[in-house]
């Protein structure tokens, strides 16, 4: 096998994984055979998958199935969320854009939904940008007229993010114009995460901002997270994408929620 081949291979494997990871985690648990059948492949293919994913921490094997790890791997795992829902963020971040002037001072959390707004701020530079996303930072990197500020701190390669008590010092620094979110989950009129240093880090972002802004995919909505962020009234507007339930709009309206839903 070629090195070119083996990339390729091993790339294909890599998306199937995630896929397979995004089933089990939506539908609660699957047998074998029903994971082969909606990827369409061999169930020998599937069994490697499951392997490579329980020894990652994603899923947890049981006799004739497999169900979602109790646990924080896959929401933390960036690879994951990348994959999940690019469309609906890119419209999101489409809508929040229109919320950064040229001259502003900006900071992004270590979301993907917010990250799909990088690239679009190449067209309202010149502009100040912090943030601890490690996807982000290389990104901001290359485009002309974006001040980098990073916060450094303790690293996770799993969520390519600088977090801890460094991180949280270097936000507490500083004071912005604006600061762009998203969260785990949405109940009960507030935003929750799976994991507390994560929590941390964003709560101190929030206090740096002036102005701040969540950004939510509809699957985020009516899903329950363990660490509370903050109220959704805490938010100047908060942007969900279309395909949320009506009853979940009226409940935002009913807390006093300001927010807009964004079609596709």
């Given amino acids: 096998m070629t090195i070119e081949s083996l990339s390729v291979a091993t790339n294909k494997r890599a998306i199937r994984q995630r896929a397979l990871a995004q089933l089990v985690t939506e539908r609660g ?21 499951l392997e490579d994913l329980e020894r990652q921490g994603v899923v947890r094997k049981f006799r004739g199935g497999v169900s979602a790890q109790p646990s924080v791997v896959f929401e933390s795992n960036v690879g994951f969320r990348m994959d999940a829902n690019p469309g609906e963020k890119r419209t999101l971040a489409e809508a929040a854009i229109k919320y950064v002037e040229p001259g502003m001072t900006i900071v992004l959390d270590n979301s993907t939904t917010v990250l799909q707004m990088v690239p679009l701020l190449a067209d309202v530079t010149p502009i100040y940008v912090a943030t601890n996303f490690l996807k982000a930072i290389n990104q901001l990197s290359s485009i002309p007229d974006i001040r980098l500020v990073t916060f450094g701190g303790d690293f996770d390669p799993t969520s390519d993010t600088f977090t801890g008590v460094l991180t949280e010092q270097a936000i507490e620094s ?28 964003k709560q101190a972002m929030m206090k740096a901002a002036n102005s701040k802004y969540l950004l939510l995919d509809h699957t985020k909505l009516d899903k329950v997270a363990f660490h509370k962020l903050a109220p959704l009234t805490d938010f100047d507007l908060v942007f969900i994408g279309e395909g949320a339930s009506t009853a979940s709009l009226e409940e935002l309206t009913r807390a006093g929620v300001k927010f807009e839903v964004i079609p596709a």
């Fill in 29 to 49: 648990s699957l047998s074998a055979q029903e994971l082969a059948n909606e990827l369409n492949v061999s169930i020998m293919t599937v069994h490697r998958d």
């Fill in 174 to 201: 500083i004071r912005v114009d604006a600061g762009f979110f998203s969260a785990s989950a949405v109940s009960g009129g507030s935003a929750y995460q799976r994991q507390s240093r994560i929590v941390a880090f």
